[in-house]
């Protein structure tokens, strides 16, 4: 039987990351993945898999934080930090468990599990909620943000504006 050829794509990290977990969830191969998700809906439906699409694909937004080459998009700074940190926690949740050791300042931790432990001296100030469970504060600005993913860098191994950046689409 032969072999059909060979090629080599890139793909971004995450989304080779990705594939990986989905492999280990369902014992198939990438190539078996990539195939089923490429073929028409059996519902009747000719949508693009759930799966094939990116959670954080909203183009019209103001913000983007590539993380790893993977645009993660939001329409106000907390909301970009949070997408960003979920899709972190999906590559890496230990990187995430060491970043919520760091502070931006003396007074707020830049995440926390507890929603507390962000403004941990004026808990009455406002936080959000990652998707993977995160806490952070919404009141930040785009210099505070690019700390905190600069501080996000420096525990992940990361370099900023290589590995991560942050982007205002509006300031062109």
């Known amino acids: 039987m032969t072999q059909p050829p060979e090629i080599m794509v890139a793909l971004s990290e995450a989304n080779v990351a990705d ?9 198939e191969s990438i190539n078996d993945i990539v195939t089923r998700l490429l073929e028409p809906s059996t519902t009747g439906k000719e949508d ?32 970009v930090f949070g997408n960003a940190i979920d899709e972190i926690h999906k590559l890496d949740p230990e990187v ?15 995440i926390s599990k507890d929603r507390i432990g962000v403004h941990f001296k004026s808990p009455h100030l406002e936080v959000a909620k990652s998707q993977s469970g995160w806490w952070f504060s919404k009141i930040v600005s785009q210099e ?3 700390r905190m993913l600069k501080e996000l860098c420096k525990v992940a191994g990361f370099e900023f504006g290589v590995d991560i950046r942050l982007e205002d689409t509006h300031r062109n």
Request: contains cysteine.
């Open 96 to 110: 995430l468990e060491q970043l919520a050791n760091s502070r931006i300042s003396h007074q707020r931790a830049i």
């Open 144 to 146: 505070q943000v690019t």
């Open 19 to 27: 594939l990986f977990s989905l492999r280990q969830q369902n014992g």
């Open 48 to 79: 693009t898999p759930k799966q094939a699409i990116s959670p954080y694909a909203k183009k019209a937004h103001r913000y983007v934080c590539y993380v790893l080459g993977e645009p993660i998009y939001g329409e106000t700074l907390p909301a």
